[in-house]
């Protein structure tokens, strides 16, 4: 059977094109299984909908829907397949996350929540027997009255089962990117989900608060393909949780000394799992970056966001990390539902006071599937979109959407923009230690995703990469009264 997957456009986004894992994931798995795939990014180079369906002719098309910013994309594809009779089915974490959403798109037949390598499985054997999709455990379909209908998905599947990445589907070649000091930079993944609950987060959700890693052959193996075929030299790991047991660190350094291959690689990381020596084996194995989602200072906040970090915990971490010579990176939330002034200033005392190499912050977002999510709409102080084409222009955690703190949104943008600027003006501390890495990082991959989607594109994003740049300018300097409230430029010792 022959199933045609698309990675929706984001439209303008200003990080580098990353390889779509989860398509890739499917494929590959459909691929060992006999059956004839595609996998086509709509956000590298031009694709022409109707006749990449007419001449590959296949008997299902998947979609895959990350989040809101792929939703405008992804009707449309869904709209041109329809057309041409073909079955459509979306999956990912947006339709999984808000399948009644999905399904109100009329050109969507089908969900396929979570996991997508089993169910679409079942889903080609029903299309070949002319068996009906709907009853297909992991499915959600619309009822003759248009309510919806789901099939509870399977227990997760044994990532061995699912077996190693087939990167020969994808064109790796344009997702390379420069990224602290790596020349040809990808993503991989290493392990899913989380044991964490945290308030804002759908990992609770989606991966069911479980932690699963995979098997470190077939990352060893993947990382010796990409090496080997595209020159890649860096891999940004993209799992929620790196590692939660120190044994699986161990595994894994052990095996890539083993393997010989030479390659620098970041991680995502949680305080208080692994000890300074951990850390120092891993950059001795080529680990050069590591990131941690510290997310408030204030211990109230915290709790509430069932965090649980003691702040002194998180600055030894970061002590640590940069005793070794790594890039640490200190990421916060800022604007949860009720938090006040108070709480953020002891959000700021703590970023400024760790010793971190960058501080990325995001603003809140409610996003469907999280703890306050459900809250906040059931306090009735938060009114999700109700339709497609509203969530579309949710563009979460990058901008500030809906404020549902006490805080002015003047404040959150300000110090959001603080930080941002902080980094791209060298002012943070790359352990590397090149002058504006960062900032040329982001320019080179903004301009080289940008020039992926055909001239108007190119203007069009390039626009809007213009207004960020100025915004950010704006808010970063334009207000030293906010600057001297929450003291962002005093950094501690
Ligand atoms: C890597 C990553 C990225 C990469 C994207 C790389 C890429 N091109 O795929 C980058 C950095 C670019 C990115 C960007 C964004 N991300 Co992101 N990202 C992740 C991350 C950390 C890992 C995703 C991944 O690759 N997992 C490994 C693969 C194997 O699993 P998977 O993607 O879930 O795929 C499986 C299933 O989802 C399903 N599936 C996937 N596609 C399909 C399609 C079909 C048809 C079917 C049936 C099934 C199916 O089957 C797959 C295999 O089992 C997740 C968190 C997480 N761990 O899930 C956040 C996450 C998906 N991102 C998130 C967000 C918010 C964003 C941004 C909006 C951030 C921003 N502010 O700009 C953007 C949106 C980009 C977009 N395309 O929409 C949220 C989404 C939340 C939501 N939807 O409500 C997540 C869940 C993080 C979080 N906890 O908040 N992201
Ligand atoms: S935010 Fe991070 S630590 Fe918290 S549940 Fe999500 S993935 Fe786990």
């Not at 990131?291 to 915990?313: C, D, T, V």
């Not at 809140?364 to 906040?376: Q, W």
Request: hydrophobic share 40%; aromatic share 12%; net charge positive.
């Amino acid at each position: 059977m022959k199933a045609l997957f698309f990675f929706p456009a984001t439209g303008y986004y200003n990080r580098a094109l990353s390889n779509p894992l989860g398509l890739l994931s499917i494929a590959s798995f459909l691929k060992r299984r006999g059956h004839d795939v595609k996998i086509l990014d709509r956000n590298i180079g031009k694709i022409d909908i109707r006749r990449e369906i007419s001449e590959f002719a296949p008997d299902a098309v998947g979609i895959s829907v990350m989040s809101a910013r792929g939703v405008n994309d992804a009707v449309k594809i869904s709209k041109t397949a329809k057309d041409a009779g073909v079955v459509v089915i979306w999956g990912g974490q947006m339709p999984t996350l808000s399948t009644e959403m999905a399904l109100t798109c009329p050109y969507v037949d089908y969900v396929a929540m979570g996991e997508g390598e089993y169910v679409w499985e079942d889903i080609l054997n029903a299309v070949s027997k002319g068996l009906p999709i709907a009853d297909i455990p992991g499915v959600a379909s619309r009822g003759e009255n248009g309510e919806v209908r789901a099939v509870p998905c399977r227990p997760f599947a044994d990532l061995r089962d699912i077996g190693p990445l087939d990167f020969t589907l994808l064109k790796m070649e344009k997702y390379t990117q420069t990224y602290l000091g790596c020349k040809k930079m990808v993503y991989l993944y290493s392990a899913k989900g989380c044991p964490g609950r945290c308030a804002f987060c759908s990992n609770t959700t989606f991966h069911k608060s479980v932690f699963r890693k995979r098997p470190v052959d077939f990352v060893i193996q993947e990382l010796k393909f990409l090496t080997e075929n595209y020159g890649v030299d860096g891999v940004y790991f993209s799992d929620e949780l790196w590692c939660l047991r120190r044994e699986e660190m161990l595994e894994f350094c052990r095996e890539l000394v083993r393997s010989g291959i030479n390659i620098r690689f970041g991680i995502q990381m949680r305080v208080g799992i692994l000890k300074e020596e951990d850390y120092k084996l891993l950059y001795d194995c080529g680990c050069r970056w590591v990131f941690f989602g510290i997310e408030s200072g204030n211990a109230e906040m915290q709790k509430r966001i069932h965090k649980y970090m003691p702040s002194e915990k998180i600055r030894e971490t970061f002590e640590m990390t940069d005793r070794i010579g790594l890039t640490s990176f200190a990421s916060m939330i800022i604007g949860y539902p009720d938090e006040t002034e108070e709480q953020l200033r002891d959000s700021v005392r703590l970023m400024n006071s760790v010793k971190a190499s960058m501080r990325p912050v995001y603003h809140f977002t409610p996003l469907p599937g999280t703890e306050f999510y459900r809250e906040v709409v059931e306090r009735g102080i938060y009114e999700p979109p109700r339709t497609l084409k509203k969530m579309s222009s949710v563009i979460e955690t990058e901008s500030l959407g809906v404020n549902l703190s006490k805080v002015p949104d003047v404040d959150l943008k300000v110090i959001r923009s603080w930080y941002n600027w902080q980094a791209f003006s060298d002012k943070s501390a790359l352990k590397s230690g090149k002058k504006f890495e960062f900032a040329l990082d982001t320019i080179r991959s903004g301009l080289h995703s940008i020039s992926m989607q055909g001239v108007f594109s190119f203007f069009v994003n390039g626009f809007a990469a213009f207004r960020e740049f100025v915004s950010t300018f704006w808010y970063s300097h334009a207000y030293p009264d906010i600057v001297k409230k929450y003291e962002l430029n005093v950094y501690y010792k």
